[in-house]
């Protein structure tokens, strides 16, 4: 069964830092992965996605994610934090087609930026 | 705008009351579900329908109905039977392996 982990569930930065957030998957085939951000009650949005390729992907806001096979990884990293960065972070991989392609989601880590 | 629209954005249910909560997309996706988020919990998966009028239930469909009837619309309705319905509700519909997520439903049961 696919599972994703994301160990922070709280993080601190401080506004201008540099900023990665951890997050580890189990699931057999190639993984679609994707990092979404939710700002207080709201919906979320999508930051960034990997389905195959340059294993460095862009996303929107800054952020940018690698993908790392052999650890089982898709970390999220921004050179330089806005205190308009602070929201929650989820980490998710799609499943299979036998489960409509719905994400999986690891717990979320919350984000902290203070002045 | 395209866009996917939840409705209400709070709603409050008595014990014992089923209620109905709205989505409806006009992404012309095939594809739509609804997640159910509780603090600390990430986004669990409750019904997903990949077609019209076909629905698989998710990891906790106990206590949930839905239908899909158009493509454009999938409505959860949360029974009397669901033990603990307060959550944040979100619905995503996609083409292919990409969601795009509503804004949510809050529901408070009182």
């Known amino acids: 069964a696919q599972s994703v982990t994301q160990p922070d569930i709280h993080i601190t930065v401080s506004e201008g830092a540099s900023l990665e957030l951890r997050c580890n998957y189990s699931?057999?085939?190639?993984?679609?992965l994707f990092w979404y951000v939710q700002s207080p009650g709201q919906g979320l949005q999508l930051l960034l996605k990997?389905?195959?390729?340059?294993?460095l992907v862009q996303g929107i806001k800054g952020f940018e994610a690698e993908f790392k096979r052999s650890q089982s990884s898709f970390n999220l990293r921004k050179p330089s934090v806005h205190w308009s960065d602070a929201a929650e972070y989820f980490c998710a991989v799609a499943a299979d087609q036998d489960s409509g392609y719905a994400l999986n989601f690891g717990k979320g880590t919350s984000l902290l930026v203070t002045p | 705008d395209g866009g996917i629209t939840q409705s209400p954005k709070y709603l409050f249910r008595k014990e014992g009351q089923n209620v109905t909560l709205s989505c409806e997309q006009n992404?012309?996706?095939?594809?739509m579900y609804w997640y159910r988020q509780d603090p600390g919990q990430g986004l669990r998966l409750i019904y997903y329908s990949q077609i019209v009028n076909d629905f698989q239930k998710g990891d906790i469909a106990e206590g949930y109905s839905v239908s899909r009837e158009k493509k454009e619309s999938f409505p959860l309705t949360v029974t009397s039977a669901q033990k603990n319905p307060t959550a944040f509700y979100l619905c995503?519909?996609?083409?292919?392996?990409?969601?795009?997520f509503g804004p949510g439903t809050r529901l408070t049961v009182l």
């Open positions: 699931y057999g085939a190639t993984p679609y």
């Open positions: 995503a519909s996609s083409l292919g392996y990409e969601q795009f």
């Open positions: 990997y389905f195959s390729g340059d294993t």
């Open positions: 992404l012309n996706h095939d594809a």
